[in-house]
């Protein structure tokens, strides 16, 4: 059951209650206030009887008395009146048939005088006056006024009483009480009637009241809650009221308030965590590349120490054969003819294997097995000779260079010679990726830990399909066939080996830029 209605069957119970209280208590005062008067009117009418028959029964005159009493008897509204005698013996009445009988002392008529051992001889009002329903059900007041024994008569020839005696007799009148019962039978249709017209205005005020200040507010509350439930925290409650409902839409809409801001942090640090996630998620995969990438130089790396040694002195026995050759060529008796065409031969076993032997020493160089001299350095030391080195290579290019250093540079521990190298293989490739002339950028950058040495250039680009293998060994697109492969990839095992990183941002047709960290504060470089 809802809690208007609850209310409303509340009032209206509670109204009925207090109206029917109402009603019951005016009706019983109207009653009680009717019957007053009537025994009022009782009383006077049996002074009256008694005032009027005094000269008759003084004189005895029983026919006057009987006229008397026939003509009280006649009036509307009274039903019987009689007079008594003290023994109990109807002496006079209006219904002329019980006239010479003994009334019952024991009823209802005698009770107030003869209720005790001796008869009263003072009734007080309220026990000379009865209500009662005779044969036909209809009430009926009796007035009971007793005849006193006065001077006169007990001195009178006629019928003298002793003195002693004080009372010779009651008057009995009848007063029928229909029309009070009727009166009362229509105030109390009246008074239902009204109470029922009142109980129903004050049920429709009621449930008015109710549906205003109760229902109302609380049907908006409860859509209101289903709202933010489900999930619209931008709906407010209309304030209407200063009282307990006003009070709780305002806190309604404070509390949605703070939900709403709630919400909005949550959502943000979603974001963030979310933006946090990707970033470290970039990294890890960055990192996971960058072991694969490491165990694959490494496994490689073995391979070429292993095939390096293993090549390495057959071929400068072929060097040193050939060049032995040469010497004892020079001091053989034959036709010069033949002595060039073997020089020429010789000269060409001894280029390729001089070449071989480079290639082995950048085997050497890039599994590792060249010893490192580690040394502080001075960054800005290394940054110049290494454009001292290019820089007669990128004025036939035509090649603009630009270099920004950070003031300050601390010294680095490390292999310079390594390190220049490292320079050298960007800034050459730099110039290759540049064949028609461009711009060349070279800067340092430093923070609390780290210095960032920037190569960037404004060349053809790397596609985006190549750019991941860069790194590899022996991995290349230049179409010259002296080219290796390796200068990238050793390049990326010197910086490691520094405990360092290398990393490449590139886009085709606009130019390349590759970025060296280096730890500024470090223990000492493992070899």
């Not at 830029?513 to 000492?524: G, K, N, Q, Y």
Request: net charge neutral; hydrophobic share 40%; charged share 25%.
């Amino acid at each position: 059951m809802k809690l208007a209605v609850k209310l409303a069957l509340c009032l209206v119970c509670a109204g009925a209650l207090v109206f029917a209280g109402l009603g019951w208590w005016l009706l019983r005062a109207y009653r009680f206030h009717s019957e007053e008067l009537l025994i009022t009117s009782a009383e006077r009418v049996t002074d009256i009887i008694r005032g009027s028959t005094r000269h008759q029964m003084l004189k005895n005159d029983r026919e006057a008395l009987y006229q008397v009493i026939r003509d009280f008897g006649a009036e509307p509204g009274i039903r019987r009146v009689r007079i008594i005698s003290k023994l109990g013996e109807i002496r006079f009445s209006t219904d002329a048939a019980e006239v010479g009988k003994v009334v019952d002392k024991n009823a209802e008529a005698c009770f107030g005088c003869h209720s005790r051992s001796a008869p009263l001889a003072k009734l007080d009002r309220p026990d000379r006056a009865r209500i009662f329903r005779d044969t036909t059900g209809q009430r009926v007041l009796a007035m009971i006024l007793p005849i006193d024994n006065e001077p006169d008569c007990s001195n009178a020839a006629c019928h003298a009483h002793p003195k002693e005696q004080k009372v010779l007799g009651v008057i009995d009148a009848h007063l029928t009480m229909q029309l009070v019962d009727e009166r009362l039978a229509s105030y109390r249709s009246t008074l239902q009637k009204f109470t029922l017209a009142a109980l129903g205005g004050v049920t429709l005020f009621s449930v008015l009241l109710i549906w205003r200040f109760v229902y109302k507010p609380v049907r908006e509350l409860i859509g209101g809650t289903r709202r933010v439930a489900s999930g619209d925290l931008t709906h407010r409650l209309t304030v209407r009221s200063n009282d307990e409902i006003g009070e709780l839409a305002r806190e309604f809409n404070q509390m949605t308030a703070d939900l709403q801001t709630a919400r909005a942090e949550v959502d943000a640090w979603t974001k963030t965590l979310e933006q946090r996630v990707d970033r470290k998620t970039h990294e890890l995969e960055q990192a996971h590349h960058s072991l694969l990438h490491s165990e694959k130089l490494a496994s490689v790396g073995k391979l070429a120490a292993t095939v390096a040694h293993e090549v390495n002195n057959p071929l400068f026995g072929i060097l040193t054969s050939a060049r032995l050759a040469q010497r004892q060529l020079s001091h053989t008796e034959l036709a010069d003819e033949t002595k060039k065409k073997i020089g020429d031969k010789l000269s060409v076993i001894e280029r390729e294997s001089q070449r071989c032997g480079d290639i082995v020493k950048n085997l050497l160089t890039f599994s590792r097995q060249a010893p490192q001299k580690i040394e502080p350095v001075d960054l800005r030391t290394v940054i110049d000779r290494s454009v001292t080195l290019v820089r007669h290579q990128l004025e036939l290019k035509n090649i603009q260079l630009d270099v920004n250093l950070a003031e300050g540079n601390p010294p680095l521990r490390g292999d310079m010679a390594q390190l220049q190298q490292v320079l050298l293989v960007l800034m050459v490739n730099a110039t290759d990726a540049m064949p028609q002339g461009g711009h060349l950028w070279l800067s340092t950058e430093l923070d609390e830990n780290w210095v960032r040495i920037r190569v960037r250039d404004n060349g053809a680009g790397i596609p985006a399909d190549v750019l991941p293998r860069i790194f590899e060994p022996f991995f290349s697109t230049k179409e010259d066939q002296q080219r290796t492969g390796l200068g990238l990839a050793i390049a990326f095992g010197i910086i490691e080996q520094h405990q360092g990183r290398i990393e490449v941002a590139s886009t085709e047709r606009q130019g390349t830029e590759f970025t060296i960290s280096l730890p500024l504060v470090r223990e000492a470089v493992k070899v």
